[in-house]
């Protein structure tokens, strides 16, 4: 058999073409392609919402630049921005599904596929809206730089995600998809998971962060953080900023507390992300 990270995609569930504007043909599609044995904890579903994600946080309020209309990560240089790497495994993952529905847009399928994946591993549902035009290669993009650093803290934090328009609730709020997947030593060079369940949407993410000691790794690779207990679960220093600053932290306590509250919030903020600078949507 085949290995590696294309190893065992199943057929798609409806495998055939669909009439332009069958949403749902596309959302089955997607939904079967999500779990397969051999590629990490056994679900596509993670690094899709980070495809979802890295599309649409390049937006800037200031001059509505960027964000997920136009689907300009399918081409150079976007797609070789280092923030970007590992990305071309979930790009290619839905190529099948873009052949069976060639009419839907690049930027609406990759979007789509971050909130079929949320809803599909227990996550709230995340109101979708089609609509993303995809954009020729050579179109004008942003700069390179846009999306967030891992080794930075509270005050970059605030830069990035303020200039797409988020304030510090949803900075949180957001953050909480590290329940989901796993960092990668040959994608952005740190490593492991965030919580033992990283094939589930939960609040589990804000649980490890406020119950355990988190010490740094040793280890070659950059800084990052692991638990003190079993050394197995792992946060980044973005990651821990959210505890040391007070308005994060209290968010962080509140969603550990409050899965509901957590689901309300993430679904309202990831949806508004998928939606960043993307013109004549249809009324919600
Ligand atoms: Zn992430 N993220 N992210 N993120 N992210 C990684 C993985 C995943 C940051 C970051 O540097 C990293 C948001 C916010 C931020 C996901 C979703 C969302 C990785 C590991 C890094 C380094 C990549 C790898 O090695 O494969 C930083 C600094 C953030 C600022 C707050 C937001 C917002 C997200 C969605 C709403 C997801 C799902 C993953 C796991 C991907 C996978 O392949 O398992």
Redesign the pocket.
């Given at each position: 058999p085949e290995s590696g990270p294309m190893a065992g995609i199943p057929a798609l569930a409806t495998g055939k073409r669909s009439v332009p504007g069958d949403y749902d043909a596309v959302r089955k599609d997607i939904s079967s392609i999500l779990d397969v044995d051999g590629y990490?904890d056994g679900s596509y579903g993670?690094?899709l919402?980070?495809l979802a994600?890295h599309t649409s946080?390049t937006y800037d309020k200031k001059d509505g630049s960027g964000g997920s209309n136009g689907a300009t990560m399918r081409f150079g240089p976007e797609c070789d921005w280092a923030a970007n790497a590992?990305l071309a495994t979930a790009r290619k993952l839905l190529e099948p599904i873009k052949a069976a529905h060639p009419w839907i847009s690049y930027g609406d399928l990759w979007t789509l596929a971050g909130a079929v994946a949320i809803e599909d591993m227990g996550g709230p549902t995340i109101p979708w809206r089609a609509g993303r035009v995809d954009a020729p290669d050579g179109s004008k993009i942003v700069p390179d730089g846009r999306l967030?650093?891992?080794t930075q803290g509270a005050k970059h934090?605030r830069d990035v995600f303020h200039r797409m328009g988020f304030d510090d609730k949803d900075?949180v709020a957001?953050?909480g998809?590290?329940t989901?997947?796993?960092?990668?030593t040959d994608?952005?060079g740190?490593s492991g998971p965030w919580t033992n369940a990283?094939t589930t949407f939960s609040n589990l993410y804000f649980q490890e962060l406020v119950n355990n000691k988190w010490v740094p790794k040793k280890w070659d690779g950059p800084l990052q953080y692991e638990d003190k207990a079993s050394k197995q679960l792992m946060m980044?220093p973005?990651d821990l900023a959210l505890l040391s600053d007070r308005t994060f932290k209290k968010y962080v306590y509140q969603y550990a507390k409050d899965e509901e509250a957590f689901f309300k919030d993430f679904a309202v903020a990831?949806s508004k992300?998928l939606e960043l600078g993307v013109p004549n949507l249809p009324p919600a």
């Amino acid at each position: 058999p085949e290995s590696g990270p294309m190893a065992g995609i199943p057929a798609l569930a409806t495998g055939k073409r669909s009439v332009p504007g069958d949403y749902d043909a596309v959302r089955k599609d997607i939904s079967s392609i999500l779990d397969v044995d051999g590629y990490d904890d056994g679900s596509y579903g993670p690094v899709l919402v980070r495809l979802a994600w890295h599309t649409s946080g390049t937006y800037d309020k200031k001059d509505g630049s960027g964000g997920s209309n136009g689907a300009t990560m399918r081409f150079g240089p976007e797609c070789d921005w280092a923030a970007n790497a590992g990305l071309a495994t979930a790009r290619k993952l839905l190529e099948p599904i873009k052949a069976a529905h060639p009419w839907i847009s690049y930027g609406d399928l990759w979007t789509l596929a971050g909130a079929v994946a949320i809803e599909d591993m227990g996550g709230p549902t995340i109101p979708w809206r089609a609509g993303r035009v995809d954009a020729p290669d050579g179109s004008k993009i942003v700069p390179d730089g846009r999306l967030p650093d891992a080794t930075q803290g509270a005050k970059h934090l605030r830069d990035v995600f303020h200039r797409m328009g988020f304030d510090d609730k949803d900075i949180v709020a957001l953050s909480g998809a590290h329940t989901l997947g796993r960092c990668h030593t040959d994608r952005s060079g740190f490593s492991g998971p965030w919580t033992n369940a990283p094939t589930t949407f939960s609040n589990l993410y804000f649980q490890e962060l406020v119950n355990n000691k988190w010490v740094p790794k040793k280890w070659d690779g950059p800084l990052q953080y692991e638990d003190k207990a079993s050394k197995q679960l792992m946060m980044l220093p973005s990651d821990l900023a959210l505890l040391s600053d007070r308005t994060f932290k209290k968010y962080v306590y509140q969603y550990a507390k409050d899965e509901e509250a957590f689901f309300k919030d993430f679904a309202v903020a990831f949806s508004k992300l998928l939606e960043l600078g993307v013109p004549n949507l249809p009324p919600a």
